[in-house]
């Protein structure tokens, strides 16, 4: 049974670097493609972006220009960046795997917080 | 990319059925079959329970289904109980070649 894990630093202040990563135990990862959605305090899930092994990207326009999605085959591993992080930043972001338009394995979330 | 849009609440007493619409354009909804719903308790990770539109997820029960007519998806759920109460958000695959999901809907089981 595939297992994503995810870690990162939880408090921020704006204009620093949001890094998260996420493991994924067991099952395939080189034929999905994999995603980082995130929630914000009181508001619906946003999608950021997706990866596949062979680091070809896709990602939310609203974001792309702070948002980079990188990945680790050798660890089974894929990472979120986000630069200059504002309040507006602020939510729990998950890991997740992409099905053949779906998403049907997540991590357990993280909270991020930007603090001014 | 504009979000999909859904009623902000639902709600319905224990057996009976309710419906939450899902609306988006020709350049998502509409134009695929990748259209995708997702159960969300606070605190949790979103659960997947419909996907490619009316496909159940494995271990869902069947008083969740999915369709979908022009550019509205639709996620029905009957007998509704208890444990139903929670977000609900769809999500569709684009023209864009990213995704986008809905603005989610309150199911309140009064």
């Known amino acids: 049974q595939v297992q994503l894990q995810q870690w990162g630093a939880g408090l921020l202040k704006s204009s620093e670097t949001l890094s998260l990563t996420c493991a994924v135990y067991?099952?395939?990862?080189?034929?999905?493609?994999w995603s980082w959605i995130r929630q914000p305090p009181g508001k619906g899930l946003e999608w950021i972006g997706e990866i596949n092994h062979t680091g070809y990207t896709n990602y939310n326009p609203s974001l792309k220009s702070r948002v980079t999605i990188s990945v680790d085959t050798s660890k089974n591993q894929f990472s979120l960046k986000v630069t200059s992080v504002t309040a507006a930043d602020t939510a729990v972001y998950y890991c997740?795997?992409?099905?053949?338009?779906?998403?049907?394995?997540w991590g357990q979330g993280t909270l991020v917080t930007v603090s001014s | 990319q504009s979000a999909l849009t859904q009623p902000a609440s639902v709600s319905g007493s224990p057996g009976q059925s309710i419906t939450i619409s899902c609306t988006g354009t020709s350049s998502d909804v509409g134009g695929y079959n990748y259209v995708s719903w997702y159960q969300h308790h606070p605190g949790k990770a979103p659960k997947l329970m419909i996907y490619d539109v009316s496909y159940r997820s494995s271990g869902v029960s069947n008083r969740f289904s999915g369709s979908k007519s022009g550019n509205t998806a639709s996620l029905t759920i009957s007998g509704l109980q208890a444990e139903d109460e929670a977000d609900y958000y769809c999500n569709s695959y684009t023209s864009s070649s990213i995704y986008v999901f809905g603005t989610g809907t309150k199911v309140t089981v009064v």
């Open positions: 067991g099952g395939s990862f080189s034929g999905y493609y």
């Open positions: 997740a795997r992409v099905g053949s338009g779906y998403l049907n394995r």
